[in-house]
């Protein structure tokens, strides 16, 4: 048997513990298709993408409606 010859990241990465991303089935890819990008990444809109909460919508969706988002720029009734 001839030694395995892994590039310095490969064994870098195994080193540290960190997994690849493997490549998402075709009824998973059907499942998650409005949330696909140009490079089959699943991803969210703007404003969803650095919220906790679980009402995630795709990039695609032209309107968000999320009971959980409130505007910075929006006054709430206290302040008028």
Excluded at 52 to 61: D, H, N, V
């Amino acid at each position: 048997m001839t030694p395995r010859s892994d590039s310095i990241n490969e064994v870098l990465d195994r080193q540290k513990g960190v997994r690849k991303m493997g490549r998402m089935s075709e009824k998973k890819k059907l499942e998650w298709a409005f949330f696909l990008n140009d490079r089959n990444r699943i991803t969210y809109c703007e404003k969803c993408r650095k919220c906790t909460e679980e009402c995630k919508q795709s990039f695609r969706a032209a309107v968000v409606a999320c009971p959980n988002y409130h505007s910075k720029r929006a006054m709430d009734k206290e302040g008028q």
